[in-house]
């Protein structure tokens, strides 16, 4: 299994359940899967592929929580403008 299929098999359980109280699970899946990348250009490149792929999931399926997929979206860029900062 691929880092981006590894984090997302955890993004797709905790966006079912929609708790965001769970937030703090997929920070930590996000933050693996960015680890998973060796220098902040393909880091910067892979949380925008996961930005895509977590919109693609929450179209997907409309009965998902959207204050979670929101709040996930935002850790993502979050940490793009962090390793822009870094640059």
């Known amino acids: 299994m691929t880092p981006l299929e590894k984090c997302l098999q955890t993004l797709r359980v905790l966006i079912d359940v929609g708790d965001v ?11 693996e899967f960015v680890a998973s990348h060796d ?20 179209q997907d399926k409309p009965d998902r929580s959207f204050e979670f997929v ?3 979206l935002g850790y993502v860029d979050e940490r793009v403008q962090e390793l822009r900062k870094g640059e």
């Open 70 to 72: 929101e709040t996930i």
């Open 39 to 58: 220098d902040p250009d393909r880091q910067t490149e892979a949380l925008k592929v996961l930005d895509q792929e977590v919109t693609s999931l929450s």
């Open 21 to 31: 109280q769970a937030i703090e699970r997929a920070e930590r899946a996000i933050d």
